[in-house]
């Protein structure tokens, strides 16, 4: 998977390949991360990135020109790959574009700042726009970090235990299921019986109970999207009278 992030602070994208999962994919060259800064696309002898808003109102907007140029060079470089526009404005990132992302080889992630770029480049070059969530930052680069780590950790050979990511939630549209490990008694609380018996039926009968409960509990606008099987609609059933009980 080839990563190319168009970014006036290439040492703040550059630290989400410092550690862990991710930096050990780039170190495997499962990944690679190529930062590219528009100013080196300036002419000027101040390397002007940034202007004024036509129309007047606060703030600035980064210039087309130089933008432009940097998109094309790294299109260049990498072929047919998807121009992503990180803002507020964009498609609310799922797991399922995580997905989708990760199968296609290579991505170009824009950046803004200040209050955003100039609209022609979104027309001229962007093919997606994509938000991480409604609230605004003060740069798109920690949506493209966001991207880049929820990508490589879905690359095969990426994450050690080969089940995990597949297993994840969100990927069967659900939450998590709840987790523990050792000591077996913390402060009087103890694990759930189930997960010590070893039978690995009931266990996988408990977490998709637990997976379906939380999802109803905490997010039922999932459970909107999802069809549920028979025997998953009695868990959840079996669930709720549970917690009432
Ligand atoms: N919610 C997000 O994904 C996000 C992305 C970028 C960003 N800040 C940069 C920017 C500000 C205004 C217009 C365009 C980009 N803030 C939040």
């Known amino acids: 998977m080839q990563f190319s992030v168009i970014t006036l602070f290439p040492e703040l994208v550059e630290s989400v390949v410092a550690e862990g ?21 300036t002419e000027d002898v101040h390397r002007t990135v940034d202007d004024r808003p036509y129309g007047g109102g606060p703030g600035m907007l980064m210039r087309p020109d130089c933008l432009l140029k940097t998109i094309r060079s790294e299109r260049e ?3 047919k790959a998807k ?5 507020p404005q964009g498609k609310p990132l799922e797991q399922s574009m995580l997905q989708a992302l990760s199968e296609e080889g290579s991505a170009i992630l824009l950046c803004g700042r200040y209050e955003g770029i100039d609209e022609r480049v979104i027309d001229l070059e962007v093919d997606e726009e994509w938000s991480i969530g409604d609230y605004v930052l003060s740069g798109g680069e920690l949506a493209a970090m966001v ?3 929820g990508v490589t950790r879905l690359l095969p050979e990426a994450l050690g235990h080969k089940g995990s990511a597949i297993e994840d939630s969100f990927t069967d ?9 050792r000591p077996e008694r913390i402060e009087d609380l103890d694990v759930p019986k189930v997960l010590l018996s070893g039978n690995h039926q009931h266990i996988e009968k408990w977490r998709k109970k637990q997976a379906l409960g939380r999802t109803q509990l905490r997010r039922p606008d999932l459970l909107q999207n999802t069809e549920l099987n028979e025997s998953d609609k009695v868990l959840l059933i ?6 009432k009980t």
């Open 83 to 87: 121009v992503i526009y990180l803002s």
């Open 173 to 181: 549209g659900l939450l998590d299921c709840p987790h523990y490990t």
């Open 21 to 41: 999962v991710v930096g050990r994919a780039e170190k495997r060259g499962l990944m690679e991360l190529k930062c590219v800064n528009p100013r080196d696309f």
């Open 77 to 79: 470089r990498l072929g």
């Open 238 to 243: 079996e669930f709720m009278k549970e917690i």
């Open 147 to 149: 991207v880049v780590d």
